[in-house]
């Protein structure tokens, strides 16, 4: 059995992805995010997503230590807010000072600007390969705009494959 | 705290979804299959798919038993066939009467007339409300057509919230 790599990647890219603001807060209070896009739903009831995270990131350990991530829903044209979210920061936290932010009731950064977001409680990862996937619980939900959201495919790049 | 859960449900369903029929094969060599919206990737390096999947169905308990799954990707004309999917069946397997498909190297349906689509072992699995997410190793690929996949958006169902 070999795996056709050049169809794999063909076949994976059609799955569609959202891109989101994930944020964090880590034990010295410092927020910290990165643009995510390998989201789903996982459950109805209680009400679980589901993110894959990078495990090379400084968010990635964080959650890991603290259990927690809120997760933003971008608007249809807040394509350059995922773009500064998604390069090398030159300390922990520098992006936020691209954005406004409320803090929700978890702690969590939630975009004033945005359609709105979640804050969740992890509940079960899955530790395999150059990601983790994080299972949480959705936990408190802000709506700001419900207007149409941001898509991966909608801006050109490609992230998955 | 307390959960706004009219904002919850905005926000989860503006997480994009595809509509995938997801096969299995129990061990007395019978096909099934349903439809799946929750997919996300999970990892480049293996790759890793994940999907959520309802704890009720047949095929969730022969996942569990085999630990392999297929991910077939379906053209955007093919709301029809996932509407199929979707549907309670008669007995076991026959849904795969309204389609052709073959087995790929895993032993697993492949529908002839889709994107194309991938065999999975599962690696691991989160067990926890009404669905279990799944995290599969994509092991095959088959693609048939290279044309744009079907979204849950386009069908104008809801799936998730």
């Known amino acids: ?3 056709n790599l050049e169809a794999k990647k063909i076949l994976l890219r059609k799955i569609p992805h959202g891109l989101f603001i994930c944020g964090v807060k880590d034990e010295k209070n410092e927020v910290n995010g990165f643009t995510a896009s390998w989201v789903t739903q996982g459950s ?3 009400p ?4 894959a995270v990078r495990s090379e990131g400084s968010s990635h350990e964080i959650i890991k230590n603290t259990n927690k991530f809120s997760l933003n829903v ?3 044209d807040q394509k350059d807010l995922a773009a500064v979210f998604f390069k090398p920061q030159v300390a922990l936290g520098s992006r936020f000072e691209a954005v406004e ?3 929700g009731d978890l702690g969590l950064p939630i975009l004033k600007d945005s ?3 979640v804050e969740c409680a992890v509940i079960g990862d899955v530790t395999h390969g150059d990601h983790t996937v994080f299972v949480g619980e959705v936990k408190t939900a802000y709506l700001n705009n419900d207007v149409e959201a941001l898509n991966l495919n909608s801006t050109g790049w490609n992230y998955g494959g």
Request: charged share 5%; hydrophobic share 65%.
């Open 101 to 103: 932010f409320v803090l």
């Open 44 to 46: 109805f009831n209680p």
């Open 48 to 51: 679980l997503v589901v993110m």
């Open 115 to 117: 359609v709105g977001g």
């Open 1 to 3: 059995m070999t795996l």
């Open 74 to 76: 971008l608007k249809s």
